[in-house]
Structure formats: structure tokens, C-alpha cells
């Protein structure tokens, strides 16, 4: 079993739809975690850290379950430039990051 | 914006020969990282330093070496390419444990 796992998509939606991506982990020791964005043949970008309480950042939510141990992103009103895979990362107590091998997501006029 | 610089965008070698991929990053940080990336398997984590003349195996760091003797530069060595080491080599550096990465923007070698 991987240590981060995410659902591989491909998730095709129209633009404006709402789409949310989910991804577990299995260390229930792991301190930090975030959502980053690869547009093909580019290097991830950090799109957002995650928190207990959750967090938004304009039409991006995301949240974190310890007790179930996973996190979601929600993206609200899809845009074209919205498309890219989208990486679930995850932390240890010992700083070394467990990346998901991303969810890909393409945003159709 | 932290900047980091991977030398070369593409590369291309032959078996056996000894590759050097330089990194440096332009913001003071003390993490730096190697991962490579390759279809299907994600990125996984070859080597991370957590400080200057200090590194740490990570998960696939066989027929890898690393190197860094200043803050801001880390560099990748590979011994003796072969085949299978063929793939997309990023560096990462981040400010301390529990921030986030800061990628360069890759460097794709081919060995032939």
C-alpha cells in the first residue's frame, strides 16, 4: 500500500463546475501537508498548505481529517487554466515529504 | 520569490559516464532535496540535505551520490549512468521542516 494515495482521475469537467479531489495517507504521524499543481512537463508549484481547521484561498478549499487520516481539495467554478495534475504531499515529524502521484484534472469549455 | 536554478534543462549522456546536476537556490534555505519523476512511479526522493556538507538517503538513492559544500548549492552525481536513470531530476529547496517546496524547473536526461 502506497503511503499517499490519490485517486489518478482523469476528472474531465465543464468550466464552472465544482470538482474536490480526495487523498489518504497511512503515517498517522505526519505533521504537514499541502496541495500542489504540475501543468505538463513543468515543475510542481505549491498551491496550498493544509490545515486542521481548513483553509480557503479564493476558489480553493482545502481541508484535513486527521481521524480518518486524508485530505480533500475542493475547487469552485472551474477554469481552463484550472487544468493541470494536482499533488497531494505529505509530511513527517522528520521533514522529509511523501508526494501522491497526483489526480489530473482537465477544466472543457 | 525564491529562485532555483537547475543548470541544464536537457541533457543527454552515454552509459557509464559520471553526470553532474548542479542546483542552487538564491534564498538562505536550510533544506534542499533531489527527486526524480518518471511515469507511474511519481516522484520519489534520491537525497535531501538539511544543512552544508550534510545529506541523507532517501528512498531510491542507489547509484547516486550528492554533494554540498555551500548553503545554496546542491548537486547530484551520478557515478556511472545507466539506462534506468533516464528521467526528469528535480531540486527542491525549502526554508524548514514543515514549509513547503520550492521547485527548479527540472533538468530531463536521457542516457543512451
Known amino acids: 500500500r502506497k503511503e499517499v494515495e490519490q485517486d489518478p482521475g482523469p476528472f474531465n469537467v465543464p468550466e464552472g463546475a465544482t470538482v474536490a479531489f480526495n487523498c489518504t495517507y497511512s503515517?498517522?504521524?505526519?505533521?504537514?501537508f499541502f496541495w500542489y499543481r504540475q501543468d505538463c512537463r513543468k515543475e510542481p508549484k505549491l498551491l496550498m498548505s493544509?490545515?486542521?481547521s481548513g483553509n480557503e484561498d479564493g476558489r480553493f478549499t482545502a481541508q484535513l481529517n486527521r481521524a480518518s487520516q486524508y485530505i480533500s481539495l475542493l475547487i469552485r467554478d472551474s477554469k481552463l487554466s484550472d487544468s493541470a495534475t494536482y499533488l497531494c504531499?505529505?509530511?513527517?515529524?522528520?521533514?522529509?515529504?511523501?508526494f501522491g502521484d497526483g489526480t489530473t484534472l482537465t477544466v472543457k469549455p | 520569490d525564491v529562485k532555483v536554478t537547475q543548470s541544464s534543462r536537457y541533457l543527454v549522456k552515454r552509459t557509464g559516464e559520471k553526470v553532474f546536476l548542479e542546483c542552487v537556490q538564491d534564498?538562505?534555505?536550510?533544506?534542499m532535496f533531489w527527486y526524480r519523476q518518471d511515469p507511474g512511479l511519481g516522484l520519489r526522493l534520491i537525497y535531501f540535505?538539511?544543512?552544508?556538507?550534510?545529506?541523507e538517503k532517501g528512498d531510491i538513492p542507489e547509484g547516486y551520490s550528492v554533494s554540498r559544500e555551500k548553503k545554496e548549492r546542491f548537486s547530484l552525481i551520478l557515478e556511472s549512468a545507466s539506462t534506468n536513470q533516464t528521467s526528469m531530476y528535480l531540486c527542491?529547496?525549502?526554508?524548514?521542516?514543515?514549509?513547503?517546496?520550492?521547485f527548479g524547473s527540472g533538468t530531463r536526461l536521457t542516457v543512451v
Open positions: 527542491a529547496s525549502s526554508l524548514t521542516v514543515g514549509r513547503g517546496y520550492t
Open positions: 503515517n498517522s504521524a505526519s505533521q504537514s
Open positions: 493544509v490545515y486542521s
Open positions: 504531499v505529505v509530511d513527517t515529524n522528520a521533514g522529509k515529504s511523501t
Open positions: 534564498m538562505d534555505h536550510e533544506n
Open positions: 540535505s538539511y544543512d552544508v556538507k550534510m545529506k
